[in-house]
C-alpha cells in the first residue's frame, strides 16, 4: 500500500495470521502483536474468549498480558501495537493505560459493526477506538484501516453473514 511503511504492512500480516489461528482454533478471529521501536517482537497473541471462557480473552488483551519485565513495559511508550482490527473499547482502555502510543489495525471499527450484525457476543460500540485514544493525555497515534480486506478474510462466514 503506498505510503505505508512496510514493516508496519508486515507486523499487521502477521497480526492477521494470529487472527486465522483464533479462528482455527473456535475463537473470535481477531489477532494482536506489539513491537519495540526497535522493531524487536514483544508479545503476539490472539483472541481466545471461546476457549477460555474469558470475556477480557481480546488479542490486544492478551498480547499487553504477555509484557511482565520492566524493560518491556518501560519501552512500551515507543512501542506500536499492530491489531488485524480496530481495537473495542475495552482494548482502547487497556492500550491507553499501558503507554503503548501508537496502534497500526486493519478492519475498521464501522466495517466490523456492519459485519458482525446485532450479535450479542460482537458488540462493537458506535464510539471508535480512536476516538477514545485521541482522549488520553498523551497522544496516541492510531493508523487505519491498512489491508482491510485482507484482514477480513479471517472473518468470512464467521459471523453468519
Given at each position: 500500500m503506498p505510503g505505508e511503511p512496510a514493516h508496519d504492512l508486515a507486523w499487521l500480516r502477521q497480526a492477521i495470521q494470529w487472527a486465522a489461528t483464533?479462528?482455527?482454533?473456535?475463537?473470535?478471529?481477531?489477532?494482536?502483536?506489539?513491537?519495540?521501536?526497535?522493531?524487536?517482537?514483544?508479545?503476539?497473541?490472539?483472541?481466545n474468549t471461546s476457549e477460555s471462557g474469558?470475556?477480557?480473552?481480546?488479542?490486544?488483551?492478551?498480547?499487553?498480558?504477555?509484557?511482565?519485565?520492566?524493560?518491556?513495559l518501560e519501552c512500551l511508550a515507543q512501542a506500536t501495537l499492530y491489531a488485524s482490527a480496530e481495537p473495542c473499547m475495552m482494548c482502547a482502555g487497556a492500550i491507553l493505560c499501558s503507554g503503548i502510543r501508537r496502534v497500526v489495525y486493519g478492519v475498521s471499527n464501522d466495517r466490523l459493526r456492519q459485519l458482525c450484525g446485532q450479535r450479542i457476543d460482537a458488540?462493537?460500540?458506535?464510539?471508535?477506538?480512536?476516538?477514545?485514544?485521541?482522549?488520553?493525555?498523551?497522544?496516541?497515534?492510531?493508523?487505519?484501516p491498512l489491508l482491510a480486506d485482507e484482514a477480513l478474510e479471517p472473518h468470512a462466514g464467521y459471523w453468519g453473514h
Open positions: 483464533a479462528r482455527a482454533r473456535g475463537n473470535r478471529p481477531f489477532g494482536a502483536v506489539i513491537v519495540s521501536a526497535e522493531g524487536l517482537l514483544l508479545a503476539e497473541a490472539y483472541c474469558d470475556c477480557t480473552g481480546h488479542a490486544e488483551i492478551n498480547a499487553l498480558r504477555q509484557l511482565r519485565t520492566p524493560a518491556q458488540f462493537r460500540s458506535n464510539m471508535a477506538a480512536v476516538e477514545l485514544l485521541a482522549l488520553a493525555p498523551q497522544p496516541i497515534a492510531c493508523v487505519g
